[in-house]
């Protein structure tokens, strides 16, 4: 927590990223995370002297896993930098407009999608009429009520921003449950979901969803590396399928 607190995040606009390899340390705005690792980065050159970067974040954090970060922009005074379309705009066509919108600090975060909810933070500037910078962040359910609180200047305390905050179930990213004391929730299942037999709380067998059984053996006994004893070889594993909205 003392680490977290030496964090200096003092970059001006409020949802622009900065990271540290070396500390492994991130920063959304004035607002810091630790335990954080870059998963992916991608910048192009967008158009005459603007650039555009998305980056993938995961962190050893309960509350939020995955901070996934799109932002384009340049000069406020190029007038060649001209974006045709904020994020908002284009999350809103995304999803048919099916999104619930509220403003906060200037900020709009968005709740959008039918069955599978998609949560984002978006904010653009703009001058003589020009959108020159735009920035979207997209997070979980968890991550994104926080944020809200956070920027709605509610009181929160620093444990959410590293691996001791826990999630809605009690565990915290290293197991531990605060509800009951132990590695199990109030029903008997750890954080991965096993209870002490074995028995998988999502599909109630001995398999997940994925099919495979507490020791991470599938029905045909290929691991979750995809080394199947049987064949003495190494066979195709599934992919699974990002959720990450790139616009």
Not at 90 to 111: A, P, R, S, W, Y
Not at 120 to 145: A, H
Not at 180 to 209: A, P, Q, R, V
Request: hydrophobic fraction near 30%.
């Amino acid at each position: 927590m003392r680490f977290l607190s030496s964090i200096n995040c003092n970059i001006k606009d409020r949802l622009a990223i900065g990271y540290s390899k070396k500390s492994n340390a991130l920063c959304l705005g004035k607002l810091s995370f630790i335990n954080a690792k870059k998963d992916f980065n991608s910048q192009r050159l967008s158009m005459l002297n603007a650039t555009q970067k998305q980056t993938v974040f995961t962190l050893k954090n309960s509350t939020c896993p995955v901070i996934s970060s799109s932002e384009a922009g340049g000069s406020k005074y190029d007038k060649n930098v001209a974006f045709k379309k904020t994020y908002k705009t284009q999350i809103l066509e995304h999803f048919n407009n099916k999104c619930h919108i509220d403003v906060i600090d200037g900020i709009n975060f968005m709740t959008c999608g039918e069955k599978n909810k998609s949560y984002f933070l978006e904010l653009s500037y703009s001058n003589e009429n020009r959108i020159y910078k735009k920035y979207m962040i997209q997070v979980g359910n968890l991550c994104f009520d926080k944020l809200k609180k956070y920027y709605n200047n509610d009181e929160l305390d620093s444990k959410w921003r590293t691996m001791y905050g826990s999630n809605r179930f009690g565990f915290d990213a290293q197991g531990y449950n605060i509800l009951t004391d132990s590695k199990y929730d109030t029903e008997g299942f750890d954080y991965e979901n096993w209870d002490k037999n074995g028995i998988n709380k999502l599909t109630k067998t001995k398999y997940d969803i994925e099919g495979f059984d507490i020791n991470k053996i599938s029905k045909d006994g290929t691991d979750k590396d995809g080394w199947n004893p049987h064949l003495k070889k190494f066979v195709k594993k599934k992919i699974e399928k990002n959720t990450i909205l790139w616009i």
